[in-house]
């Protein structure tokens, strides 16, 4: 079910027209999780080194949940923030459409290797993060108080780029090594809450 919204960008605070229910994450309630920048450090499933707890393995974490919630977020132009999870989803969500046009703008075939490189390349690039004034969330986050937080809030956003360019690839050459699935790819333009990282 979707809705069309309308925002107050500078406090990331949304308020409905139309009553219907959006697609939330389900880890709004952070629980013991550290919250910096008002952006929750949620464990999850990963090889990659940073600052995230770990997670059980076969349970649904916070990137699976971008994922399975994409194709339908993706589409709103607005969104109504109900917790610090919904703010973390927002930015996984902006990153897999990152990956979705990264991989889209390749020139020639791209395979799953290539998809591999191109968007390890990508996870690795310079980055804004809370603070910044190119960082695109500006209304929902808060600046880091002091460098430590910085320091690990960067941190986090890296780790959560590199697992995302991980797991991409893999959903998109579910069925051929060789083609990415066009019922995803369909999606390389859309822009969620009409921004992009």
Known sequence: VYKRQVSTQST????????????HSKFNDAGS???????PL?????????PAPPFPDGQEDI?????RLFKANVLFRNFDVQGPGDRLLIYLIL???????????????????????????????????PGDTSFPLGGFVT?????????TVRQYISQVRQEI?????????????????????????????????
């Open 42 to 50: 949620l464990g999850f499933k990963t090889k990659v080194r940073g």
């Open 12 to 23: 990331g605070v949304f308020k409905s027209d139309t009553g219907m229910p959006a697609y």
């Open 165 to 197: 360019s991980i797991r991409v690839p893999e959903i998109l050459y579910q069925k051929d090594e060789n083609t990415p699935d066009k019922w995803w790819m369909c999606f390389s333009k859309r822009k969620f809450l009409n921004m992009e990282l």
């Open 143 to 151: 600046a880091p108080q002091n460098r430590a937080d910085a320091d």
């Open 95 to 129: 990153y897999i459409s990152k990956c979705l046009r990264v991989v889209s703008s390749a020139s020639g075939k791209v395979t799953k290797k290539d998809a591999l490189k191109l968007l390890n390349t990508t996870a690795l690039e310079n980055f804004s993060i």
């Open 63 to 67: 990137i699976d949940e971008a994922f």
């Open 33 to 39: 999780a550290r919250i910096i920048c008002s952006i």
